[in-house]
């Protein structure tokens, strides 16, 4: 009985803490699944109000969500929830997962599904974006897929899960690579899983229509916020061996590789430094060539420090070890050591970016890059008009 009441209590409690967050459990329809797992892992009473409420929708997703959670909680009181909820749905003529499907699962953390569920992503392109698949392998056969296109500016753009045979992941992979001449590389699902998370986290703070069934396609392979780890870069390279000598000379040859060969700054980042050029070149005093490539040079070095410090250095730190990885695991290592040696040094948030030669070049083939479009929008400019 006294458990009873002490279940009873956290429920009450659970769904007083949802109400506050605008859900009404009197009217729980299919189109609240995203709501309702959205909250999960971060409170005890609530995540047992989700399971309590998830077994009023009548929905494929909301199944999904509870038999995750049935498997990834720890919690004894929010197991059974989720299974009372999956009992309901199944006399409601929902298709329930046996229980010999999740036994292998049965009261293990989150941590030991790893071997199961796989995670990839794909190397980053010049505005920051990166592919990232979930797959995880189902009773009957085949995989689950959950594939997010992921920005680091603006996070999750969009989002789709599939089941699809492993074979034609691989071809998939393959079609990716033909096209792009961009491997998809095994990473550990748990970053997969977080940089998801975290993208479409980012989306819905900077207010962009992103995918809203997100959070019912994520629940079949984790119904719970992710934990906070290490990169997976430092597990495979030590941030010792990174600063190996004349680094900062060296890694302009990261330019060189064919997934950096499109990457240009942001133009929002480069319009002050692209003003600076135009003033210098329209400027009276008359300049030799010496003192107008040193002007040049001053504009390089002033970007440098300035973009790539604060919130754009952290962005690029990240694009910087998630590149070392890639690096890494496509058979590169001295280029991923350089990589990784970048991303260390914005992440220290110094002033001593004037002198890594990949910034300084970045910035320079940038700052062209804009320079050589104005010109040529200026000729076609010209040329429509007609002179008498």
Request: no cysteine; aromatic share 6%.
């Given at each position: 009985m006294?458990?009873?009441?002490?279940?009873?209590?956290a429920?009450?409690?659970?769904l007083e803490?949802l109400r506050?967050?605008g859900l009404?459990?009197?009217?729980?329809?299919?189109a609240?699944?995203?709501?309702?797992?959205?909250?999960?892992g971060?409170?005890h009473?609530?995540?047992?109000?989700v399971a309590?409420?998830?077994?009023r929708?009548a929905?494929p997703?909301?199944?999904a969500a509870?038999?995750g959670?049935?498997r990834?909680?720890?919690?004894?009181?929010?197991?059974?929830?989720?299974?009372?909820?999956?009992f309901?749905?199944?006399?409601?003529g929902?298709?329930?997962?046996r229980?010999?499907?999740?036994?292998a699962?049965?009261?293990?953390p989150?941590?030991?599904?790893?071997?199961e569920?796989e995670?990839?992503?794909s190397?980053v392109d010049?505005?920051?974006?990166?592919l990232v698949?979930?797959?995880?392998?189902?009773?009957d056969?085949g995989?689950?897929l959950?594939?997010g296109?992921?920005s680091?500016?603006?996070?999750?753009e969009?989002?789709s899960?599939?089941?699809?045979k492993?074979?034609?992941?691989?071809?998939?992979a393959q079609?990716i690579k033909?096209s792009?001449g961009?491997?998809?590389?095994?990473?550990p699902?748990e970053?997969?899983?977080r940089?998801l998370?975290e993208?479409y986290?980012?989306a819905?703070?900077l207010g962009?229509?992103t995918?809203?069934?997100?959070?019912?396609?994520?629940a079949a392979f984790?119904p719970?916020?992710?934990?906070?780890?290490?990169h997976p870069?430092y597990g495979?390279?030590?941030?010792?061996?990174?600063?190996?000598?004349?680094?900062?000379e060296?890694?302009?040859?990261l330019l060189d590789e064919?997934?950096f060969r499109?990457?240009?700054?942001?133009?929002?980042?480069m319009?002050?430094y692209?003003?600076?050029?135009?003033?210098?070149?329209?400027s009276?005093?008359?300049l030799?060539?010496?003192?107008?490539e040193e002007?040049?040079?001053?504009?390089?070095r002033?970007?440098?420090r300035e973009?790539f410090?604060?919130?754009?250095?952290r962005?690029f730190?990240r694009r910087?070890?998630d590149m070392a990885?890639y690096?890494?695991?496509?058979?590169r290592e001295?280029?991923?050591?350089?990589a990784?040696s970048?991303a260390l040094?914005?992440?220290r948030v110094?002033?001593?970016?004037l002198?890594?030669?990949?910034?300084?070049?970045l910035?320079q083939?940038?700052?062209?890059?804009?320079l050589?479009q104005?010109?040529?929008?200026?000729?076609?400019?010209?040329?429509?008009?007609?002179?008498?």
């Open positions: 006294a458990k009873k009441d002490a279940r009873q209590e429920l009450k409690k659970g803490r506050e967050l009404d459990e009197e009217k729980v329809s299919p609240d699944g995203a709501s309702l797992t959205a909250h999960l971060k409170d009473d609530a995540d047992l109000a309590f409420l998830l077994g929708i929905d997703a909301a199944v509870l038999t959670l049935e990834t909680t720890v919690s004894k009181d929010i197991k059974r929830e989720a299974r009372r909820s999956l309901k749905l199944g006399q409601r929902m298709s329930i997962p229980a010999g499907d999740a036994g699962a049965k009261q293990q989150i941590f030991k599904l790893g071997p569920i995670g990839y992503i190397s010049g505005p920051g974006v990166r698949w979930l797959t995880r392998p189902q009773p056969g995989l689950q959950l594939q296109v992921v680091d500016r603006t996070g999750l969009r989002a899960g599939a089941l699809i492993r074979k034609e992941l691989r071809e998939r079609s033909e792009h961009v491997q998809m590389i095994a990473v699902w970053y997969a899983d940089m998370y993208s986290e980012k819905k703070s962009q229509g995918t809203e069934h997100f959070f019912s396609l994520r984790n719970l916020k992710p934990k906070t780890a290490p870069i495979r390279l030590s941030p010792d061996s990174a600063f190996a000598d004349a680094w900062r060296r890694s302009r040859r064919p997934e499109f990457w240009i700054l942001d133009e929002d980042w319009k002050l692209l003003e600076r050029v135009e003033q210098a070149r329209e009276r005093l008359v030799n060539e010496a003192q107008k002007r040049f040079s001053a504009i390089v002033d970007g440098a973009i410090a604060g919130e754009t250095g962005i730190a910087m070890e990885l690096l890494l695991e496509t058979g001295e280029s991923a050591r350089l990784l970048v040094q914005l992440a110094e002033t001593g970016f002198d890594i030669s990949f910034l300084t070049g910035m083939k940038s700052l062209a890059f804009y050589s104005a010109k040529e929008k200026a000729a076609e400019e010209t040329s429509f008009i007609v002179k008498p």
